[in-house]
């Protein structure tokens, strides 16, 4: 596992629901509108499939081709995330809630199954998983 490489990074402040009007904003734009759940599913699987070829080609054994078109695995994150947004969009779910009610699972459920920075308790917390 390895630690935090944000916590010293000077992150932009923006709320996810203004990201979420924006991305809204953009798509009804257009008169197709968003695409259906299946076919945003299957977006979703092709943006994770380019996000994983670009994480191998980064830390894997597989090197890019010599003609394979330049990427990064922000850019990757960042289409995930755009297709993440629209499907909560197109469904009417709002993200923040989403991530708060996920947050307080992890919280819960998972209070006392990884070992905490500082704990002396790390057997323990091995048996617990």
């Known amino acids: 596992m390895s630690q935090s490489r944000i916590s010293e990074l000077p992150l932009t402040e923006r709320s996810l629901a203004d990201i979420q009007r924006e991305v809204d904003a953009y798509?009804?734009?257009f008169k197709e509108g968003y695409f259906s759940p299946l076919s945003m599913l299957?977006?979703?699987t092709e943006e994770v499939g380019e996000l994983a070829r670009e994480v191998n080609h980064h830390f894997g054994e597989k090197p890019?081709?010599?003609d394979e078109a330049?990427?990064?695995?922000?850019?990757?994150?960042?289409?995930v995330f755009f297709i993440v947004l629209c499907f909560a969009n197109s469904l009417g779910i709002d993200l923040t809630a989403a991530h708060n009610r996920v947050m307080h699972k992890f919280?819960?459920?998972?209070?006392?199954?990884?070992?905490?920075i500082g704990s002396d308790?790390?057997?323990?917390?091995?048996?617990?998983r």
């Open 42 to 44: 299957a977006r979703m």
């Open 107 to 116: 919280n819960t459920r998972d209070a006392n199954r990884w070992t905490r």
């Open 27 to 29: 798509i009804s734009q």
């Open 64 to 66: 890019k081709k010599k």
């Open 70 to 79: 330049e990427s990064s695995i922000e850019m990757e994150l960042g289409d």
């Open 121 to 128: 308790d790390a057997d323990q917390t091995k048996e617990n």
